[in-house]
C-alpha cells in the first residue's frame, strides 16, 4: 500500500492529498528518512509524521491490502507523541 493511502486509511491525516502534500514538504519519514507519498509500505516500518504543532512516530503493524472498513488503531502502534513549541520544525534538525 502507498504511503499517502496508508495514513490517509490509518486517520493519520484526514485527506490523501494532505498526506501527499505533507511528504512533498519532508514532513514524512520512513524508516528514518524523507519518503515519497507513493512509497510502499510494509509491516515494521517506523513513519514519523511532522505536523504544524506536533511529530507522531508510529510503528506499522498490519498493511491492509486495500482500504476499507478496518479499525485504524489495529494498523500501527504509536511509539512517541511529541508537542513542538513555536518555530521550532525538528525535521530539518541534523542529528547530534
Not at 25 to 41: C, D, H, T, Y
Not at 60 to 84: F, H, Q
Request: hydrophobic share 35%; net charge positive.
Amino acid at each position: 500500500m502507498r504511503l499517502d493511502l496508508f495514513l490517509k486509511t490509518a486517520r493519520l491525516v484526514k485527506r490523501r492529498v494532505v498526506a501527499q502534500s505533507l511528504c512533498e514538504a519532508g514532513r514524512v519519514l520512513v524508516n528514518g528518512r524523507e519518503a515519497r507519498s507513493s512509497r510502499e509500505i510494509r509491516t515494521g516500518d517506523r513513519i514519523a509524521v511532522h505536523y504544524a504543532a506536533r511529530t507522531v512516530d508510529i510503528e506499522v503493524l498490519i498493511v491492509p491490502e486495500r482500504p476499507g472498513r478496518m479499525n485504524s488503531p489495529d494498523l500501527y502502534r504509536v511509539l512517541s507523541e511529541t508537542r513542538v513549541s513555536g518555530g521550532e520544525e525538528p525535521w530539518k534538525r541534523s542529528p547530534s
